[in-house]
């Protein structure tokens, strides 16, 4: 199995290089600086105790120099960032499955309009990961996994040797029968926390304590959408994402959030914005996600004027 690897950002730097580290077969399509790094000094890896290190890889800006040896890629692990106007899958070698790991319920769908659903892996990424730089990455404690899943609930055989490679790499993951739950769980977490963490400017420890009624709102919301899209999310999602908000570092904070805070290009739209849409479609009013979207678009919108 080849794996490639499309955008070498925080995600896709980690799970990548740990899979590069791990002894499996795995290329990486990248460009400009990134991709100028990797050629010349390789993949840097920070873990949570700092130590370094700096792998070889083989990284191109396009799939046929990356396959020129006759091997194809099996599947495409998508770590690209879901912001307005780009696509999110700017290339994809013919034949590949994509492994969505975008922290949208919406992106998804749009992978499988554009390649099949049976060429479409939904999956699920949990880490705090910090690109700190062209290819070089650093691991926060915490949680590191990417669940996979199918769109109709089926076993699949390349997707199970990919959870394989996972766990040998050291990095978890499983094989969801239903990885819509997941899906919407996580853009519970990290939406949320994303989006009211840029409008406080503020870590996750502050929204936990200072703003606990308005992220519990913020879930409540979200849940009701899922609900109301026919997820089967458990009874209990808001006090559980609560409790797993409650145990994160204190000074964690999502890529978005930072995206945002910075200024640039960040994936607001794809995460809130997502769900809010979604809510719309099932008819489900989401007052508190509105006002939190609303407030941070017209902040950016000041700030580009």
């Not at 495409?76 to 879901?82: D, F, G, L, Q």
Request: charge should be negative.
């Amino acid at each position: 199995m080849r794996i490639g690897v499309l955008g070498v950002g925080a995600v896709g730097g980690w799970f990548g290089g740990r899979l590069v580290q791990a002894g499996y077969d795995v290329v990486f399509l990248a460009r400009g600086e990134t991709l100028a790094r990797l050629r010349e000094v390789g993949l840097t890896l920070i873990d949570e105790h700092g130590e370094r290190s700096t792998i070889p890889v083989k990284a191109a800006d396009n799939w046929d120099e990356l396959t020129a040896d006759g091997i194809g890629v099996d599947v495409v692990i998508a770590a690209t960032k879901a912001l307005p106007g780009n696509d999110p899958f700017p290339q994809v070698p013919a034949g590949a499955a994509v492994v969505t790991t975008h922290n949208s319920v919406e992106i998804p769908y749009l992978a499988a309009g554009r390649f099949g659903e049976d060429k479409v892996f939904p999956g699920v990424i949990r880490g705090f990961f910090i690109h700190t730089g062209p290819a070089e990455v650093t691991f926060r404690p915490g949680p590191m996994s990417l669940n996979i899943g199918t769109f109709d609930g089926s076993t699949n055989d390349l997707v199970g040797e990919v959870i394989e490679a996972l766990h040998t790499a050291g990095l978890g993951g499983e094989q969801l029968p239903d990885i819509w739950v997941d899906i919407w769980a996580k853009a519970m977490f990290v939406a949320n926390l994303g989006a009211l963490g840029a409008l406080a400017d503020s870590p996750i420890g502050y929204l936990r304590s200072e703003m606990r009624d308005s992220l519990t709102r913020m879930f409540e919301e979200t849940e009701a959408v899922g609900r109301a899209c026919g997820v089967a999310l458990p009874e209990d999602i808001v006090s559980r994402t609560l409790a797993f908000t409650d145990a994160q570092g204190y000074d964690n904070t999502s890529s978005m959030q930072r995206d945002y805070t910075e200024g640039l290009a960040n994936e607001l739209d794809a995460q809130i914005g997502a769900i809010r849409r979604m809510g719309q479609k099932v008819s489900v009013e989401t007052p508190t996600l509105d006002l939190v979207f609303g407030a941070l678009v017209g902040r950016q919108q000041n700030h580009k004027d």
